[in-house]
């Protein structure tokens, strides 16, 4: 089902076989209660973060990539939402963990990165005072110690005069000085895991560039697994070891970055890269798209949800299909789709035109 | 920058110091900022500068404004008025302050836990409140205070009791705005406590419409204390108070006006000034203003 540490042999994560995933998700699922019934939004997700891996997962508006994460770290509690499953993290079990646990947990070892980084700071406190925070709350420090530290993670996130910048306050940074900002308060105490929902679509393309060198070379300093929420895929080729592809609440593949990116199997994932403009060869037109749009909330078919935009419809596809891996040579990748399963030839003409 | 010289540009004055320290101020916002400061400075330091006790009876009573020795005159019992004026500040001004000082406390502290709680506490707290508010003020405050007995803490109470709901209200709306903020979700992640999130993260983002609703709650508190001492549930004579001397000079309206006119006038401008210290201050912190 999911990927067991074994399995992983190729790609950039080649160092974590044999290791035990340090977050293991199982069955994971998150509804949201509404007049018009249950919406689902993530839809029994399995999954395994290595340590010190970038994984990134990727889909489109609405497949629960952000509900899933968010999940992860007891914020989309309340009466209204339905979640069910299980998160191995440190001992911990986060599903069902008390706002008591999850606040050792939160900030200490998981630490989240936002897209909108002048929403997330508040704008009333220096950004100096901010970072300090986030240590004093977790490490036993002194002010004044906390101020030296938050002065030199403001320095390793690359703020000019760091010590002169802590004194500012939000809105005197320009944008990609706030999302540095808030990637020195997410990291200023060493976490474990962190979970960086779309950090770089709020910026412009040559700060999104800046800020992803960034956290690549931050991520490898610290050995920090980083979880990445995004629908960009330049981005997932720039920083992610693996990628997870959702689509209505389901992982549908999982792989290395190489595998996921110049080997897709399930055809959303086809469908996803086909309409992506490629940097070399003519302009086209027009780029492929899928036809039609993913099913919304409560409308959710039965079995295989993208069936109905499928271009190779089978009649399996009327029963869900589950994650697995179809191939053994590398079976680190996992794709959920009934094509894999039933090895039927699919032409290579279809595979590259879709 | 160059310092310009008075003489080639607007005349300075007071008003265009405060404006520059302050930013533009409009020239009703000037005076009763002005108002307001000189009757804080009136009831505080006042009574230290007026050597005549407003206690004292002397044998001249109902003298004219412009007496010797009385220059505002003196009341039925000879008591001089300007004295009696000036100490009459001090319970007026300091009844409205502390009520809205405790209004401002307790309110707050229930609707930051109602907004960041949400669920059933907010319903349980923001359903007592509405049934506070339910009941006229007035009449809650002479209610309270003919159980406990007239005086300056019963009147406290009162009017505390009074307010503090539109505290409540005002600042869980607020806070449940801020609520949806990424920052208090950020704070959360990164394992901050709630009580902190409340008082560090969100409170000071509440200031501007918590001040505006202060100076509003002090000019009503004040017509409040005024008008419960008229009534005669509020300061006890003899002690000097503007609402009680308007009540005492009723029966001279004819023949001694200016007893009325002068205590009714200084509570009208303290209560109005405050209204309009209010208002700029609205105006200095509505965002869309500089936007």
């Known amino acids: 089902m999911a990927t067991s540490p074994e399995q992983s042999s190729s790609g950039a994560d080649g160092s974590s076989a044999a290791r035990e995933p340090i977050l293991s998700v199982r069955d994971l699922r998150v509804g949201f209660r509404t007049r018009s019934g249950v919406v689902p939004a993530v839809d029994g997700v399995d999954l395994d973060l290595y340590a010190g891996e970038v994984l990134a997962i990727v889909g489109e508006s609405g497949s629960g990539k952000s509900a899933m994460s968010m999940s992860l770290v007891g914020l989309n509690r309340g009466p209204r939402t339905m979640i069910s499953g299980t998160a191995h993290f440190r001992g911990i079990e986060l599903i069902s963990a008390s706002e008591r646990q999850l606040r050792s947990v939160r900030g200490k070892h998981i630490a989240v990165v936002f897209q909108d980084a002048l929403a997330a700071l508040n704008p009333l406190h220096r950004i100096g005072k901010q970072v300090a925070e986030m240590i004093t709350l977790h490490q036993k420090v002194s002010g004044r110690r906390a101020k030296d530290m938050a002065v030199q993670m403001l320095g390793d996130v690359g703020i000019s005069n760091p010590r002169h910048n802590a004194e500012a306050y939000p809105h005197q940074f320009s944008g990609g000085m706030r999302q540095r900002a808030m990637t020195a308060i997410a990291l200023a105490n060493d976490p474990t895991v962190l979970i960086a929902d779309e950090p770089t679509t709020a910026l412009d393309v040559t700060i999104q560039a800046q800020i992803l060198d960034l956290l690549k070379s931050l991520q490898r300093e610290l050995g920090t697994a980083v979880v990445i929420v995004t629908h960009d895929l330049g981005v997932v080729a720039d920083i992610a070891d693996r990628v997870a592809v959702m689509y209505s609440g389901r992982i549908v593949e999982i792989g290395t970055t190489e595998q996921v990116l110049y080997a897709p199997k399930h055809p959303y994932t086809r469908g996803l890269l086909a309409s992506t403009p490629g940097v070399t060869g003519p302009i086209p037109a027009s780029l492929p798209t899928i036809p039609g749009s993913p099913p919304m909330g409560a409308e959710r078919p039965d079995g295989c949800s993208f069936a109905p935009r499928c271009a190779f419809v089978l009649r399996e596809c009327a029963t869900t299909p589950i994650l697995a891996s179809h191939d053994p040579s590398d079976s680190g990748h996992q794709d959920a789709c009934w094509l894999g399963e039933l090895t039927i030839p699919v032409p290579d003409e279809s595979r590259s035109t879709l | ?291």
Do not use: K
């Open chain 2, 1 to 291: 920058m160059r310092v310009t010289q008075p003489s080639d540009s607007v005349p300075l004055s007071l008003r265009s110091l405060a404006a520059r320290r302050f930013g533009a101020v409009s020239w009703v916002g000037f005076a009763a900022w002005i108002i307001v400061i000189a009757f804080l400075l009136l009831a505080v330091f006042g009574p230290l500068f007026i050597a005549t006790d407003p206690l004292r009876q002397t044998p001249g009573a109902l003298l004219p404004i412009g007496s010797p020795g009385h220059p505002l005159g003196t009341d039925n019992l000879g008591r001089d008025e300007l004295s009696r004026l000036v100490h009459g500040a001090r319970p007026l001004i300091g009844i409205a302050l502390l009520s809205t000082l405790f209004a401002a406390l307790i309110g707050t502290t229930i609707g930051l836990i109602a907004g960041y709680s949400g669920g059933w506490i907010d319903q349980l707290l923001m359903r007592t409140t509405d049934l506070v508010l339910a009941f006229p003020s007035l009449l809650l405050i002479i209610l309270l205070v003919s159980v406990t007995g007239a005086g300056p803490f019963p009147l406290v109470t009162g009017i505390t009791v009074a307010m503090a709901p539109s505290f409540a209200r005002l600042v869980r709306a607020l806070c449940a705005r801020e609520m949806a903020r990424d920052y208090v979700t950020s704070a959360t992640l990164a394992g901050t406590r709630a009580p902190r999130i409340m008082l560090v993260e969100i409170l000071p983002n509440l200031t501007g419409p918590l001040l505006v609703q202060v100076m509003t709650t002090i000019s009503v508190a004040a017509g409040f204390s005024a008008g419960m001492s008229y009534i005669g549930l509020g300061i006890q004579p003899p002690q000097p108070d503007w609402g009680y001397m308007v009540q005492a000079a009723q029966q001279f309206i004819y023949s001694q006006p200016s007893l009325i006119i002068l205590p009714a006038t200084c509570t009208l401008l303290f209560v109005v000034a405050c209204n309009f210290v209010g208002d700029d201050l609205r105006d200095r912190f509505d965002l869309r203003r500089d936007l």
